[in-house]
């Protein structure tokens, strides 16, 4: 079965703090994307990662993708609350969505 | 640009009814996608277009679910008879087809089923 897993599925971290997400998924993929989604709200892209060990940085995210484990990971360094929301990792070939990682950053 | 817009943005219906939800994906963009999410099911592709053309409608649940994209502008997903599982929000994206295209997403049409 084709699956996209994410993990953890709840993350409370204090601010100031670091950590990671972690997504695997069961089959190979040309493109990987991260997004991030607000209560209520709609997703918003973050990353496209395209190429086995390919990096990225946005302020405190950075996103990583290594296709030989099927891995992507997204680290969170030095929380801060605006952070908090819930996070997808999504595999371009089957345009199949991660579970999510929702996140609850704590002052 | 304006985005990806949906219409309605609210819609609250009885079962048996049909629903029509609208799209109007981001111009220039070739590929657009039609998603349901759920907090049981999570976020799930119904069916996606490329150039008008529908791809791959695998994930449209059942026969009551139809999509259709007359032109490069504009897409509906049907709805008919509707019913109470299919409440969820329903979200519209697109996408070019450059090779760090990601797609972006519509603000979602809340559709609930009474």
């Known amino acids: 079965e084709l699956k996209v897993e994410q993990n953890p599925l709840f993350l409370s971290m204090q601010e100031g703090k670091n950590y990671t997400i972690y997504c695997n998924y069961s089959?190979?993929?040309?493109?990987l994307y991260w997004y991030r989604q607000d209560p209520g709200k709609s997703l918003e892209s973050l990353f496209v990662?395209?190429?086995?060990?390919a990096v990225k940085q946005e302020g405190r995210l950075m996103a990583s993708l290594d296709t030989k484990a099927r891995l992507s990971t997204l680290h969170i360094t030095a929380a801060v609350h605006d952070l908090s929301a819930t996070y997808f990792c999504?595999?371009?070939?089957?345009?199949?969505f991660g579970t999510g990682t929702r996140l609850k950053v704590l002052a | 640009d304006a985005g990806v817009i949906q219409s309605p943005r609210h819609e609250v219906t009885e079962m048996g009814q049909e629903v029509t939800l609208r799209c109007k994906p981001i111009?220039?963009?070739?590929?657009l996608f039609w998603y349901r999410q759920t907090m049981m099911r999570g976020l799930e592709l119904l069916i996606y277009f490329n150039n008008n053309v529908p791809i791959d409608d695998s994930g449209m649940p059942e026969d009551r679910f139809s999509a259709k994209m007359p032109n490069a502008s504009f897409s509906t997903l049907k709805i008919q008879p509707s019913e109470p599982r299919d409440s969820a929000v329903y979200f519209c994206?697109?996408?070019?087809?450059?090779?760090?295209?990601?797609?972006?997403f519509g603000p979602g049409t809340r559709l609930t089923v009474l």
């Open positions: 990662l395209l190429s086995n060990g």
């Open positions: 111009s220039g963009h070739d590929y």
């Open positions: 999504a595999v371009e070939s089957l345009y199949i």
């Open positions: 994206a697109s996408r070019g087809d450059r090779g760090m295209d990601t797609q972006y």
């Open positions: 089959t190979t993929s040309d493109r």
